[in-house]
């Protein structure tokens, strides 16, 4: 059994589907044949029970004369009564002697039952008879009815008891019933190579598109072409249509994924070739001046130990940012936790004083608790607060503001321009009037990841009066939760 399900499941679908429509219509075919079949037997058996009955429905009266000679001797041949041709017709003695009638067709083989019938005569007012099916002399096949008999001696009033017997040939019923069996089984077989056939026509229509997704797929294994999209029908809402769909949405996903991958790399590139041919600049300027022995003027070989330890800082930056980037959600959700956010800004907000000794920084925060990865939720408000003092001209004030979850920066800097703006959350764009500064253009695209990643939005427009405003909104309330997960 186990080798025939491994076998069963190794075989294509299409051919699985046929086999299951053709076994399926296999067993209401067979069901249906065979309840015909009973129900046809059960009638002709009926009309045969009918026909005995008439064979047997004579007066008492009719019958004694004739037969209380022939069960004392069995010596005469009376005729039937009834004149019923083309029966068997004999009365039974209680010692299982038979005695037949002259229109008798032969005589049938006595069975206990009949003899049974013949000792429950006149034991209660219930008629015992038997209706089964038995054999003549000669082997026919007969349908036979017993009814019990009791005589009477018109010369002594004994009575006695005995069981009439009538059959008929059973030969032209079993052939009627041979012949719709065979035709049954006929209908049956082409019944069920019907349903085969058409079970894997079916299967076929069915699976077509199966077979254009697998080929899609195959093609995209063999040629990473991501362009390939299945046509799907607008209204078609089946289960293939629907995979389809996900196939497409899917592709289409890793399209969009591959050229991200590709931009960031390419911008990653970019980026770190500024450090690093600075950084090769400045070192073989120095390892020049040792090989020569021709050693730099102090302030110089300052500047550029200055330089490089600037170099080396961005780079380190740049290569955190790029991780912090790399990091997939699933990664992010295991440190998900709830967090006192204006505890958070309180932390960035000491890290900015650090960062912008010359300058104002006021700061008003409300309690407020969020769910939300601590690391990368302090690290995004530390990328604002920065942009703020990168920007923010010397004795400025930078004002932050935490209340009903919303935070606010506003600096007092130059601002963005309008038609920038849409840009301030793309990976590695910066503006053109900050690339001098330090800095890899991921800080804001951090910050829109962070906060999107913790159901809320953030938001850089311009601040009445100049300067630029940050508003980051995050879900969550004012007290913290009884349990912490």
């Not at 949405?249 to 041919?277: C, F, K, N, V």
């Not at 932050?400 to 506003?410: A, D, F, H, I």
């Not at 311009?462 to 405003?469: K, L, N, Q, S, W």
Request: proline fraction near 6%; glycine fraction near 8%; aromatic fraction near 4%.
């Amino acid at each position: 059994m186990k080798k025939l399900l491994r076998r069963y499941r190794v075989l294509p679908i299409r051919t699985r589907l046929a086999m299951l429509v053709a076994a399926a219509v296999a067993f209401a075919v067979a069901a249906v044949s065979v309840t015909c079949w009973f129900i046809v037997q059960r009638k002709l058996y009926d009309q045969l029970k009918t026909d005995l009955d008439k064979a047997v429905a004579m007066p008492q009266r009719q019958l004694q004369a004739q037969v209380v000679d022939a069960l004392t001797d069995c010596r005469q041949s009376p005729e039937h009564p009834g004149g019923w041709q083309n029966t068997y017709s004999q009365v039974v003695r209680p010692d299982g002697k038979v005695c037949l009638f002259g229109t008798s067709l032969g005589r049938v083989k006595v069975a206990r039952s009949d003899l049974n019938v013949i000792k429950s005569s006149g034991t209660g007012p219930v008629t015992y008879e038997v209706f089964r099916n038995g054999t003549d002399a000669d082997g026919n096949p007969v349908r036979v009815l017993t009814v019990p008999l009791t005589l009477t001696d018109p010369l002594t009033n004994a009575s006695s008891h005995a069981a009439f017997v009538a059959a008929v040939p059973l030969r032209g019923t079993e052939k009627t019933l041979s012949d719709l069996a065979l035709v049954l089984l006929l209908v049956s077989g082409i019944g069920v190579v019907g349903a085969g056939a058409a079970g894997l026509a079916v299967a076929r229509a069915g699976l077509r598109p199966v077979d254009k997704l697998t080929e899609a797929v195959e093609h995209v294994a063999r040629t990473e072409d991501l362009a390939v999209r299945i046509p799907v029908e607008e209204d078609s809402e089946d289960e293939v249509a629907r995979l389809s769909r996900s196939f497409n949405s899917m592709t289409t996903a890793l399209a969009s994924s591959r050229d991200l991958q590709q931009q960031l790399i390419a911008d990653a590139g970019h980026e770190l070739r500024t450090p690093l041919t600075s950084l090769r600049t400045n070192i073989e300027l120095l390892t020049r001046s040792e090989e020569t022995g021709r050693p730099l003027p102090p302030e110089d070989r300052k500047a550029l130990l200055a330089s490089v330890t600037a170099q080396m800082t961005e780079l380190a930056s740049l290569i955190g940012d790029l991780q912090e980037l790399s990091r997939s959600e699933s990664q992010r959700g295991e440190r998900v936790e709830v967090v006192p956010f204006q505890d958070t800004v309180e932390s960035a907000l000491r890290r900015a004083r650090l960062r912008g000794p010359e300058l104002t920084i006021t700061a008003d925060l409300k309690p407020w608790y969020v769910r939300a990865e601590p690391s990368a939720l302090e690290r995004s408000v530390v990328n604002i607060l920065d942009n703020a003092v990168k920007f923010s001209p010397e004795g400025s004030t930078i004002e932050v503001q935490l209340s009903e979850g919303e935070l606010t920066v506003r600096d007092h800097g130059p601002g963005i321009p309008a038609d920038e703006l849409p840009h301030v959350f793309d990976r590695f764009w910066r503006s053109p009037s900050a690339r001098a500064l330090p800095g890899s253009g991921l800080g804001l695209s951090i910050v829109a990841r962070t906060v999107r990643q913790a159901g809320g939005e953030v938001t850089l427009d311009h601040a009445e009066g100049g300067g630029t405003v940050a508003t980051v909104r995050l879900p969550g309330a004012p007290t913290a939760p009884p349990e912490v997960p």
